[in-house]
């Protein structure tokens, strides 16, 4: 990396403060509003403003005085600062570890998070201010480490840390789902191993059946409910990590500590859509095993990766084959070899990893028994186009994030590419690996277009996966060039770098760190609520339908319970999108017939929103394919608003279908 200059590296951070804090007078002034504050009325916020103007002044001052004369001196103050403290090693420890916990305390204080944790840049300004602060830290433990690389480190190590908190608050002994899709994460997993779980066979998950088939191990020791949870965090953690030592092995990097640099920042990279467990299986199968040296092991690996793939997601079938071709097209030149016989053993792989992903999902559907045709919903389902640019439902919209986080990186190796002779890339190696990420990313914005999806990138995952890849062949110098030798080392920009960081940075800082806290007597008191009324529809020879809540029931929390395995809420949702109308028709003449003595389920508030609401056509057409059938025959008996859970019963008499409100 090209450092910057000591008063230019200042100059930013001066200005980049000075940014946060003329933008941060603006969420002062919401909180103020949100909270009803009369600002001349109240000594403690006029104080706040005059301390926060201060401060804004203060570094106004310091970068006006960076672009004069007098400019070196602050600079000069720092350094001598950093080289001649004789206090350093204990000083600058105490600074690190002050930089390293300052922003996780700040995100997770309740009442810091309930004053000021919904107000984006106050959040920016704090994570920055203790960047510098650690940062601090580090060139007082090491004096030979630059300003701007410290300054990375502790950007990424508060990121990390900020990561790593964030999925630790999902591991607890509550007892029911937080969020829409947990409850099928617990239950979905199950169904492998229905027999030891229920006592019956029942069919396998319609829905990414290899992210359940991973997640299915605790149910062999028959696990408590956060042990669940911790198994959740734990693999993900290891799957996403464990892509990261074959792409470093690729690369071949020297330096121990950039080495473990570009490694965790690979790992929070990754986590930025995030990539889902199970996908990054066949990753790190094709990085592991790819070889141009071992046909045999390059086969291997494609193989039993596309297989994984078939199991996993439609649009990951090529995934495998692409990326045994790029890895191919970037380190095998052309070597005078004619277009067809250059190409013909990539080509083969990917037509061949392809079809044996799809055959791959044909096998999984014969052995779960389940119906083909429920298994291509999503190819029947809507594109919200709108989803492209910023929306409700993800404020950065699909389109920009995911040319936030990748548009550094073009810029990267538009750079590398520019720096050697044309003569050096040959221009099919080129094209062919620019088609590659082309495809993938437009697959990727068809993906999280569809309805259910556009609140993230994660469907961009492929894409953000093989840019990685090619990225890091490039940047690294392991692109083998037409003559034979290694692409040679290109110093970036530091502003560059700093741009790479941003966004896997800021994709787990925007979170604040909450850890569940409930009554264990109260959600006990619900159980034993919901026990006697299983209880009292046993007695009568009822069925009952969990429709969200399963835990319950495969982690034998509640008794007496006997698994109806249709219409589960996943599976409804999958079905209403996709507008499965044999599937939604079944449905809607159990609920006529009133089929079940009992249903389980959220709270069902009946209500058509708007567009410009999150996640609106969701909600809709769960309101009119599915709620509606249940609310004309069913009326709610009791209701637990805190734990989100709703007892309905048969309605009696003449039915009432609900009023839209």
């Known amino acids: 990396m090209i450092q910057p200059r000591p008063s230019t590296f200042w100059r930013f951070s001066f200005g980049v403060i000075l940014f946060l804090c003329l933008l941060t007078y603006r969420d ?19 104080a706040l403003f005059a301390f926060f103007s201060l401060f804004t002044i203060f570094f106004l001052g310091l970068l006006i005085i960076s672009f004069t004369r007098r400019g070196e001196r602050p600079v000069d103050s720092f350094e001598s600062f950093v080289v001649k403290n004789q206090a350093h090693k204990i000083f ?48 007082l433990l090491r ?29 607890t002994a509550y007892p029911f789902a937080m969020g829409w ?3 099928s994460r617990f239950y979905f997993p199950s169904l492998f191993l229905s027999e030891h779980v229920y006592g019956n066979k029942y069919f396998w998950p319609i829905l990414h059946p290899t992210l359940h088939l991973l997640l299915a191990p605790p149910y062999l020791i028959n696990a408590p409910l956060w042990f669940h949870r911790f198994w959740q965090v734990a693999i993900r953690f ?44 066949p990753v790190i199968i094709v990085l592991a095993g790819f070889s141009l040296q071992n046909n045999r092991r390059t086969w291997a690996a494609l193989l ?16 495998p084959g692409m990326i045994a071709a790029v890895l191919y097209l970037l380190e095998q030149p052309v070597d005078g070899k004619s277009f067809w016989r250059y190409l013909s053993r990539p080509l083969l792989w990917f037509i061949t990893g392809t079809l044996v992903a799809f055959l791959s999902q044909r096998v999984y559907v014969t052995l779960s028994g389940v119906d083909l045709s429920l298994f291509y919903t999503s190819f029947s389902s809507d594109l919200l186009w709108y989803r492209l640019l910023p929306s409700t439902t993800y404020p950065l919209g699909i389109l920009p994030a995911a040319l936030l986080a990748s548009l550094p990186m073009w810029l990267v190796m538009y750079i590398i590419l520019r720096s050697h002779p044309m003569k050096s890339w040959n221009p099919i190696r080129l094209v062919l690996i620019g088609l590659a990420l082309l495809v993938l990313f437009i697959g990727g914005l068809l993906v999280s277009l569809k309805i259910g999806g556009g609140a993230d990138i994660h469907n961009m995952d492929a894409y953000l996966v093989l840019l990685l890849i090619v990225f890091s062949y490039l940047v690294f110098a392991r692109y083998r060039l037409e003559d034979g030798d290694l692409l040679r080392f290109v110093p970036l920009p530091w502003i560059l770098v700093l741009a790479i960081l941003i966004m896997p940075a800021w994709s787990y800082a925007q979170f604040n760190i909450s850890f569940k806290s409930y009554d264990a007597n109260a959600t006990s008191k619900v159980l034993h609520s919901i026990q006697e009324k299983v209880d009292e529809v046993n007695a009568r020879g009822g069925k009952i ?54 249903i389980v389920v959220d709270p069902l508030v009946y209500n058509l929103i708007s567009r410009n609401r999150s996640f609106a056509e969701e909600n809709n057409v769960w309101v009119r394919r599915v709620m509606k059938s249940i609310l004309c025959n069913y009326r709610a008996e009791e209701t637990f608003l805190q734990d989100e ?17």
């Open 143 to 171: 004096k030979e480490i630059p300003w701007m690389t410290a300054l990375l480190v502790m950007v990424l190590f508060q990121s990390l840390i900020q990561l790593f908190l964030f999925f630790a608050t999902a591991v």
């Open 545 to 598: 339908l969990f429709i969200t809540q399963r835990q319950l029931i495969s982690m034998h929390m509640l008794k007496g319970v006997t698994l109806v395995p249709e219409y589960e809420r996943e599976d409804l949702m999958e079905m209403a999108m996709g507008n499965n109308t044999v599937y939604l028709d079944r449905f809607k003449m159990d609920m006529q017939n009133q089929r079940f003595d009992l």
């Open 238 to 281: 290891l799957l996403i990590g464990l892509i990261v030592p074959p792409m470093l092995g690729r690369l071949s990097i020297q330096s121990r500590a950039l080495r473990w640099f570009v490694g965790l920042w690979m790992f929070l990279f990754l986590f930025m859509g995030p990539i889902y467990l199970h996908l990054a299986v």
């Open 181 to 183: 899709s947990e409850t």
């Open 28 to 46: 002062l002034f919401n909180i103020a509003q949100q909270f009803g504050i009369v600002l001349v009325n109240s000594k403690t916020w006029l």
């Open 645 to 661: 859970i709703s007892l309905y019963v048969p309605q009696e008499g003449e039915r009432q279908c609900p009023q839209l409100k």
């Open 92 to 139: 600058g420890g105490l600074l690190f570890l002050a930089g390293l916990a300052g922003f996780a305390l700040f995100t997770s204080l309740p009442y810091l998070v309930k004053v000021f944790g919904g107000q984006p840049v106050i959040r920016y300004l704090i994570f920055f201010l203790f960047s510098l602060i650690g940062m601090f830290g580090i060139r």
């Open 304 to 319: 039993v990766a596309s297989i994984w793939c078939g199991w996993s997601r439609v649009n990951w079938y090529p995934v």
